[in-house]
């Protein structure tokens, strides 16, 4: 199984920021990287699919980027709305695998 | 409008039995792979199971295989869940979710139900 690492777990960032969120795996694949949002008690929304292409209706701060073994999920000028879990996932093959999240605080 | 609306869960105690139902509306729902995924209680996301839109092709986390089975009633538009032999560590919220292209079991999931709980406990 493709084991998925987050870094930082939590992030403290003010609105305005730019802040980036890292996702390393276990094994290298090329593109077939997901990025959700997730309040709580909400679940799971899709931002970014095929690492770097935007889901359709999210703002285009968010972006998505990498490939291989590494890859990054920026969120440039920060909203109010932003404060929220960040989970990566791998979706190259089965079983599917997740990061175990970045919470993104209010500093 | 893409809806997913699951239930069946609630609480049970080890060893017992649970079946979850998802139902769908507002798409063409044999044209779409389905999967479960859980959440334990202030943990991350789980993958669980997978069933393509046809129900030819399923595929299942290694934590769940031979103790859950994943079906679909196309006939219905509904998604469905066996839990047995359940144990305190499958306790999550499992949301059920659609694939984003028709047609491709390995397709990233852009819709999800609001979930529902199951609680193993004695």
């Known amino acids: 199984d493709i084991q998925m690492t987050q870094s930082p777990s939590t992030l403290s960032a003010s609105v305005g920021d730019s802040v980036t969120i890292t996702c390393r795996a276990s094994?290298?694949?090329?593109?077939?990287l997901a990025w959700y949002q997730q309040k709580p008690g909400k679940a799971p929304k899709l931002l970014i699919y095929?690492?770097?292409s935007l889901e359709t209706g999210v703002p285009s701060r968010f972006s998505g980027s990498g490939s291989g073994t590494e890859f990054t999920l920026t969120i440039s000028s920060l909203q109010p709305d932003d404060f929220a879990t960040y989970f990566c996932?791998?979706?190259?093959?089965?079983?599917?695998?997740f990061g175990q999240g970045t919470k993104v605080e209010i500093k | 409008e893409v809806q997913l609306l699951e239930s069946g869960g609630g609480l049970v105690q080890p060893g017992g039995s649970l079946r979850l139902s998802c139902a769908a509306s507002?798409?063409?729902?044999?044209?779409?792979?389905m999967h479960w995924v859980r959440q334990a209680p202030g943990k991350g996301l789980e993958w669980v199971s997978v069933?393509?839109?046809?129900?030819?092709?399923?595929k299942y986390a290694d934590s769940v295989k031979g103790r859950f089975t994943i079906s679909r009633d196309n006939s219905k538009n509904t998604l469905l869940l066996q839990m047995d032999s359940l144990r305190a560590e499958d306790t999550a919220v499992y949301f059920c979710?659609?694939?984003?292209?028709?047609?491709?079991?390995?397709?990233?999931?852009?819709?999800w139900g609001q979930g529902t709980l199951v609680t193993v406990s004695s």
């Open positions: 996932q791998q979706y190259n093959n089965y079983p599917w695998t």
């Open positions: 069933i393509s839109g046809s129900g030819d092709k399923i």
């Open positions: 095929k690492a770097s």
């Open positions: 979710a659609r694939a984003r292209a028709t047609n491709e079991v390995g397709s990233i999931v852009n819709n």
């Open positions: 507002g798409f063409t729902f044999s044209n779409y792979a």
């Open positions: 094994q290298s694949f090329s593109i077939w």
